[in-house]
């Protein structure tokens, strides 16, 4: 339970702000508890004097819920700091009923086939907005006619978001990212066993460097390899569908999860093995004789206490570096802050390793508390590998973005919001070389492609600077119609392969 330090409170309220059940108010400047506290422990995080403890004390009715590592006790009637979950009389209850189906989610237009007639790479473009595009085309498919609208669309507003898999730290988040030095995008917040840039942009390609960004963004979609420059960071050798290569050295692989995912993952073969285990990573370390999972085996906390600033039961926030696992940490040795000689025994063996696998070491607790490095023997590397052989090979991805307005919308209709309704509903289906696109909500028509399921060599630029890309709107004639769609300069797809231009 929550235990708050009355005589070291000093009323600022961020623990009333931060509260996710609302269970703290102030009363004469102090900090109160109300019966609604889970134990998440958000408001000892955020307190500046430390006056808000825990305990492993279980208040009467609490029951701890086991769905994340938070694992917080909740009162009877109340529900947990996530909200999903109620205590009712002593039972957790979901609080929303097992959802059978998606209704907003599937084809609401089936007629309409994913794949456009042709594709607008090699269609070229019309210029200005007022031309209808250069190549409209119909043909019958299931007894339905379909038209498919095609243009080669210069984009102001467009970039591509990269995807590296790689757990070696490149720079901060924000960082400027440079090509040649033209600063052409910025390193973006983190997904999930990737660094993420974000390159292009309507402002960077107006600027500057406009022309550079584009030659990037363009470069990158048609598969090429580009050199780049983090600021005050690692230089990346990166290419779509290649390993990346960061500061010289080719990253192998992808992380299984985070250090306190892998710990959960494996804690059965690494408890046979060792007695104690940290995973590094600069996320999340995990430590396994505290984690659930290493309880869930039958392990005790072992008294080891590893170089990181305790998250929740078995889980420490990393500090990001160049060393294992995208931390400081450059040593086994580094990985263990203190142990605690009351619960530790000399003899005592831990494994450090990363997520990846790719670094291991083995260390023994020596008499007096001290550390030292031992070989590792062939029964705990062979865990390692394990571990390493559940990890992805690294790889660069892509995913090009863009916004389609002016004459990608006038050569299609001569009412364009009509063709930007229509694509939200569904009637209409974009794709881009022929892939299939993720539309953003809301207003315009914004959308993001996998680059490597476009055209091959598909995408170009100008130097207004845009970046060009290959642009295809297909529907039925009806909702051509309905749109207000060039139809007097629809020709059949059989035309054009008569033509020769097929």
């Not at 019309?126 to 031309?131: D, L, N, S, V």
């Not at 070696?168 to 988040?173: K, T």
């Not at 003899?347 to 997520?355: D, N, Q, R, S």
């Not at 394990?386 to 209709?413: F, H, K, M, P, Q």
């Amino acid at each position: 339970m929550i235990v708050i330090q009355e005589s070291l409170c000093k009323g600022c309220g961020l623990c009333v702000k931060n509260c996710p059940t609302g269970a703290i108010g102030l009363q004469d400047k102090i900090a109160r508890l109300g019966s609604a506290c889970s134990s998440c422990g958000v408001c000892m995080r955020v307190c500046p004097v430390n006056a808000i403890l825990r305990d492993e004390v279980l208040s009467d009715g609490a029951v701890v819920c086991r769905a994340c590592p938070v694992q917080c006790a909740i009162q009877a009637g109340f529900e947990g700091a996530c909200r999903r979950y109620t205590n009712n009389s002593g039972t957790l209850v979901r609080n929303r009923a097992l959802v059978k189906a998606n209704d907003q989610a599937g084809s609401l237009y089936p007629e309409v086939p994913d794949r456009p007639l042709i594709t607008a790479v090699g269609a070229g473009t019309e210029y200005p907005c007022c031309k209808p595009a250069p190549h409209i085309v119909a043909a019958n498919v299931q007894d339905i006619e379909v038209v498919t609208v095609v243009t080669e669309a210069p984009l102001s507003y467009s970039g591509i978001k990269v995807k590296i898999d790689a757990n070696a730290h490149i720079g901060a988040e924000g960082a400027k990212v440079l090509r040649d030095g033209a600063v052409i995008g910025m390193v973006d917040t983190e997904e999930y066993g990737a660094k993420m840039l974000s390159i292009g942009g309507a402002t960077i390609l107006s600027g500057k460097q406009g022309f550079m960004a584009a030659r990037t963004i363009v470069g990158l979609a048609n598969g090429e390899k580009v050199i780049l420059q983090v600021e005050k960071g690692s230089k990346l050798e990166i290419a779509v569908g290649q390993p990346p290569v960061i500061d010289g050295v080719t990253e192998k692989k992808m992380r299984v999860g985070c250090g306190s995912a892998t710990v959960g993952m494996f804690a059965t073969q690494l408890s046979k093995v060792v007695d104690e285990a940290i995973v590094l990573d600069h996320h999340v370390i995990g430590l396994l004789s505290e984690h659930r999972a290493g309880e869930e085996v039958g392990m005790n906390y072992s008294g080891v206490i590893p170089n990181g600033r305790k998250s929740t039961r078995g889980r420490y926030f990393g500090e990001q570096g160049h060393g294992w696992g995208g931390t400081s940490i450059t040593t086994p040795l580094e990985a263990v802050k203190s142990v605690d000689m009351t619960l530790v025994k000399p003899g005592m063996k831990i494994l450090v390793t990363e997520t990846t696998g790719q670094k291991a070491g083995l260390i023994e607790v020596q008499s007096g508390g001290t550390l030292a490095e031992i070989a590792i023997t062939a029964e705990i590397q062979a865990v390692v590998d394990l571990i390493a052989d559940n990890c992805e090979d690294a790889r660069v991805s892509a995913i090009y973005v863009g916004g389609t307005g002016g004459s990608a919308r006038a050569g299609v209709t001569t009412y364009p919001i009509k063709l930007s309704q229509a694509v939200h509903a569904g009637e209409v289906k974009l794709t881009i070389g022929g892939a299939p696109t993720y539309v953003l909500p809301g207003g315009g028509i914004n959308f993001m492609v996998d680059v490597e399921k476009v055209v091959p060599k598909a995408f170009s630029w100008v130097a207004t600077p845009a970046t060009v890309a290959p642009v295809e709107y297909t529907m039925t004639r009806n909702t051509f119609e309905k749109i207000g769609g060039h139809t007097q300069h629809i020709k059949a797809v059989t035309d054009l392969k008569q033509a020769g231009q097929l």
